[in-house]
């Protein structure tokens, strides 16, 4: 079975510009999750999706992010413009319905400039 | 503010001996909890959970043991190998939204020869 895949592995940019991270889950997982992870922390809950619903987007910055997963599997999440705290590990996550473990992929370590 | 804590930021154990990571949390609603194990350059993965009405539970060397009435959760690794350094991420469920996951700062174990 293949794991949750993310892209691009590592991502550097200078603030105020665009960024997009792309995520594809476990087949047939409906739950997607947008974690970030700022160093010498643990992963913060960004956005989390049901099929191409959201469920849960309290802690997203939505004045600068922005996700969306549509036809329900792969989703992308957008930051516009980049500020420097931004700098951190976006993880991506998915499971299954009606079970609390999550599967992660790699993330994407960005840094702003 | 911190709902899920893990106040050792490292720890270092000989090959052999029991590691014991701890977690404490603040909200007496949290009901299920997770440890993660996070290598570097990849995701966090699933390591063992316990609901909140045990008070243990074991798979192979590794044993939550969770005390309700303190807050409090611990790993044990027993024998530890050096393939168990990583940094340990406790998790808690969030009682609203059950799929959501409250981490800790971790704990990173070093298991030396």
């Known amino acids: 079975e293949a794991g949750v895949a993310q892209s691009p592995r590592y991502k550097i940019i200078e603030k105020r510009q665009s960024v997009a991270f792309w995520c594809n889950p476990i087949s047939g997982h409906a739950t997607l999750y947008w974690y970030q992870q700022i160093l010498g922390q643990g992963p913060k809950l960004l956005i989390q999706f049901q099929n191409n619903g959201v469920v849960d987007d309290s802690q997203l910055p939505k004045d600068r992010f922005s996700a969306e997963r549509l036809k329900g599997v792969d989703s992308t999440l957008k930051i516009q413009p980049a500020k420097l705290e931004d700098s951190a590990v976006y993880l991506c996550?998915?499971?299954?319905?009606?079970?609390?473990?999550?599967?992660f992929g790699p993330g994407t370590r960005l840094t702003v400039l | 503010d911190q709902q899920v804590k893990q106040n050792s930021p490292s720890l270092s154990v000989q090959e052999g001996r029991i590691s014991i990571l701890n977690c404490d949390y603040t909200n007496s609603m949290f009901d299920y909890f997770l440890w993660y194990k996070k290598y570097p350059a990849e995701g966090p993965t699933f390591l063992i959970s316990i609901s909140s009405i045990k008070d243990k539970n074991e798979d192979g060397r590794f044993t939550v043991f969770l005390n309700k009435s303190a807050k409090h959760l611990s790993l044990h690794i027993v024998p530890s190998q050096p393939g168990d350094s990583a940094v340990y991420f406790c998790?808690?469920?969030?009682?609203?939204?059950?799929?959501?996951?409250?981490f800790g700062t971790g704990t990173r174990l070093q298991v030396f020869p």
């Open positions: 998790a808690a469920s969030d009682p609203y939204n059950t799929d959501k996951l409250i």
């Open positions: 996550a998915s499971s299954s319905d009606g079970y609390n473990e999550q599967f």
